[in-house]
């Protein structure tokens, strides 16, 4: 159970990433594209070390 749990989370996270991103492209005024890159940056690189500590 917490295997699937833990795939659910990675899939979530990744598809919220992914959604994130796609706004970044749509989004054309500065000051937004800055703040979606800080919180890109950050949701990255709490994917990674949640990745590192499963494994």
């Known amino acids: 159970m917490s295997s ?16 994130l991103s796609i ?3 749509l ?4 000051g937004f594209r800055v703040a979606l ?3 890109l ?3 990255s690189f709490l994917l990674l070390t949640i990745l590192s500590l499963q494994f």
């Not at 699937?4 to 959604?19: R, T």
């Not at 989004?27 to 500065?30: M, Q």
Request: hydrophobic share 70%.
């Open 37 to 39: 890159i800080v919180v």
């Open 4 to 19: 699937a749990f833990d795939k659910l989370f990675m899939f979530a996270a990744l598809g919220f990433v992914g959604l």
């Open 41 to 43: 940056g950050l949701n």
């Open 27 to 30: 989004i054309r005024k500065h």
């Open 23 to 25: 706004l970044f492209l």
